[in-house]
């Protein structure tokens, strides 16, 4: 099974509602992510966990809060969103290989939730 | 700050080879992942090149210079479904972090 799989895939929320994304892994991989994508832009990274700890957090707003309860799932909690932090939001995962070894550490992206903050 | 540069948009007609270049400016710069996006569709995996030279995956070649903080993506007979969006990453920060590039439109044309 090399899937990621996202719910919901599609997300409309107000300014002041809290929702939350999640995402499932059972590959056994002990790295997973949380990335924003805007139309015809790339993927930007915001949040890394590594064996279920916060390992990177890219600056990203008080606003989004990322939640790993365990190895295999990884949660999106949302409040507050601005009508800007519409995007589509993907999760990933990975093999938490050392880069020294040169070996190839692919990302395995979920289909990703479409989010609109009206 | 991390960047990588990419053509915007290349159009190639079915059959052919194109090539996809990424220039980076990087820090901590371990390699260079290349990822496949459909319209509507998740980022996919297709290479990695840790070390200089060339890796080839099919009809999928990837080629990093890390002397000139430089790569391409080469695709052979391309076909109709390899109309998608390209991108290259740089692998940083433990080797956990990727940095996407700007993002190439690939059309590929009969």
């Known amino acids: 099974d090399t899937e990621v799989t996202q719910t919901p895939k599609h997300l409309v929320m107000g300014m002041t509602n809290k929702k939350s994304l999640k995402c499932e892994q059972h590959m056994g991989h002990r790295a997973m992510y949380w990335y924003k994508q805007k139309a015809k832009k790339p993927p930007e990274l915001m949040f890394v966990?590594?064996?279920?700890?916060?390992?990177i957090n890219e600056s990203v707003p008080s606003r989004f809060s990322p939640e790993c309860p365990n190895s295999s799932l990884l949660n999106l909690h949302l409040h507050a969103l601005q009508p800007e932090d519409s995007a589509l939001y993907l999760c990933a995962s990975s093999q938490d290989r050392p880069p020294t070894s040169g070996r190839r550490n692919e990302q395995y992206f979920g289909p990703g939730t479409r989010l609109t903050v009206t | 700050g991390q960047s990588l540069e990419q053509p915007s948009e290349v159009t190639a007609v079915e059959g052919a080879i194109v090539q996809i270049n990424c220039t980076y400016q990087?820090?901590?710069?371990?390699?260079l992942s290349w990822y496949q996006q459909h319209d509507g569709g998740a980022p996919t995996f297709l290479s990695y090149?840790?070390?200089?030279g060339l890796e080839e995956t099919g009809r999928f070649s990837s080629f990093l210079s890390r002397s000139d903080s430089y790569g391409y993506l080469l695709l052979q007979e391309l076909q109709m479904k390899d109309s998608a969006s390209y991108f290259c990453a740089a692998v940083t920060g433990g080797g956990n972090k990727l940095t996407f590039g700007t993002g190439t439109q690939l059309k590929v044309e009969l």
């Open positions: 990087t820090s901590g710069f371990y390699g």
């Open positions: 966990y590594s064996y279920e700890k916060l390992s």
């Open positions: 090149n840790a070390l200089d």
